[in-house]
């Protein structure tokens, strides 16, 4: 059996995308995933299959979701070493600000786009393309930033924002 820890993109956020972390473990579990287990109601997802590939994995967590839930769920799988990695790097880099956030990639970057976001230039924010992941920072509140999911999203595809906090405890947990 091969771990996978999937991250769930735009679930439980408004009124029309309610999905209890109970209905995602029994779903996967419906799915043929074993091991699975769910961190904080945001879609952070560990689970175990005979499965090594990423895009097999990432299809068959959305096809199951999406079926149990009645709308499209975009998952983002990395491995446990890759989680621990791109925490291990976003924590190495010295950034001047209070607020840090992960955002993990369906797809590592074109370079041009890769490009765009590390010479992001905005007072109080700044971001770095780790691969298939983008670090970004605050030293504001972020109902103030320019910087955002969907901004990412429109450079370089489908993506979705954690807090470093949460990295890091995930990390710790699934990590490798």
């Known amino acids: ?3 996978h820890v ?11 995308r309610r999905l209890p972390m109970t209905r995602v473990q029994d779903t996967l579990a419906g799915a043929g995933f074993t091991g699975v287990e769910t961190y904080l109601a945001t879609g952070n997802v560990r689970v175990e299959t005979p499965r090594r590939s990423r895009a097999t994995v990432e ?23 890759e989680l621990r990695a791109l ?14 956030y992960l955002t993990l990639l369906k797809e590592e970057p074109p370079a041009e786009a890769a490009a765009r976001l590390d010479a992001w ?3 109080g924010e700044g971001a770095k393309v780790l691969g298939r992941a983008v670090l970004w920072w605050l030293d504001h509140p972020t109902a103030a930033a320019r910087l955002s999911n969907a901004l990412v999203e429109r450079h370089v595809g ?6 470093l906090k949460v990295v890091a405890t995930l990390a710790e947990r699934w990590g490798a």
Do not use: Y
């Open 59 to 81: 299809r068959e967590i959305e096809e199951a979701l999406g079926a149990g839930a009645g709308f499209a769920v975009p998952t983002i799988v990395v491995s446990p070493q």
């Open 6 to 16: 999937a991250f769930l993109r735009a679930i439980n956020l408004g009124k029309n």
């Open 87 to 100: 925490h291990t790097e976003a924590v190495a880099l010295d950034v001047p600000a209070q607020r840090r």
């Open 121 to 123: 230039d905005v007072p």
């Open 158 to 163: 489908t993506a979705t924002t954690r807090d």
């Open 1 to 3: 059996m091969t771990t």
